[in-house]
């Protein structure tokens, strides 16, 4: 599994009612954060659990965890590179684990979330936070074309990176999974100004970054991927941009 910074699960203003009920019932204890990027869905956990003990972040980019490891300097916080596809821990090490925006990232589905069911311990819990691609609002969409551009470029990289599942297909596999006590809840920013020039600014160095990143491959799709990065920009500057919907999900083993 290798993310790319774009994918980074960070936390902004956002109306948090749905994530903190979600969260602040849960005391953590040692808690892991699978896929963890420079650290953001660590702040979002440490300030919404009810409690918890340390937490654990990894990702397979060692300059994601270097960044983690300047931003939390408290002892109870602690990042290693690894894979959530093939972890190093023991069985039943956690009293949490959780992953945000990165299923999409593995790979190997099944595998990745048995391994972190493996080492969640007896009556842990499980935390997960994915966006989804149907049923959003016009400037949501922006989001959602957009993640499947980066995913399309990282494809032509060599990097895997599918786009967003659907609501029902991420629901489908919770339910799925040996949990009891599953609870699945929506997560979505219905504040922010779509239109907001700091917001247009930030989607456009994105989207600078990863057309770069479009010219740097080898393939004959360069044209069309540079060519959709523009057409994104437009739709950035004609609806503008707001976070896609996401499920924040919670289950006990």
């Known amino acids: 599994m290798t993310r790319t910074a774009a994918e980074r699960p960070e936390h902004g203003r956002e109306s948090m ?14 808690v892991l954060d699978v896929a963890t990027g420079a650290g953001g869905f660590v702040a979002a956990l440490a300030e919404c659990l009810g409690s918890f003990e340390t937490i654990t972040g990894i990702d397979p980019l ?3 965890i270097e960044k983690a490891r300047e931003s939390f300097e408290d002892e109870r916080f602690a990042f290693e590179v690894g894979d959530v596809e093939k972890l190093s821990f023991a069985d039943e090490t956690f009293d949490t684990v959780a992953i945000a925006n990165s299923l999409h990232h593995l790979e190997r589905l099944d595998a990745g979330v048995s391994e972190m069911l493996r ?7 499980l935390v997960i936070f994915e966006m989804y691609r149907d049923d959003q609002s016009e400037a949501q969409q922006t989001h959602v074309e957009l993640h499947h551009w980066w995913a399309r470029i990282d494809t032509a990289r060599g990097v895997f990176h599918r786009e967003t599942f659907t609501r029902d297909e991420i629901r489908n596999l919770l339910e799925t999974l040996p949990l009891s006590g599953l609870a699945i809840d929506d997560y979505k920013d219905d504040d922010a100004d779509p239109l907001a020039a ?12 990863y057309k770069a990143r479009a010219e ?23 609806v503008g941009f707001a976070g896609a919907t996401h499920i924040i999900a919670t289950g006990t083993k």
């Open 17 to 30: 009612d749905s994530f903190k009920r979600a969260l602040s019932a849960i005391d953590g204890g040692n």
């Open 62 to 64: 060692g300059s994601a």
């Open 119 to 125: 080492v969640l311990k007896p009556g842990g819990k």
């Open 198 to 209: 700091e917001t247009v600014a930030q989607i456009e160095q994105a989207i600078d970054a």
């Open 216 to 238: 740097e491959t080898d393939g004959e799709d360069v044209a069309s991927l540079v060519a959709r990065g523009e057409d994104l920009r437009d739709r950035l500057h004609r």
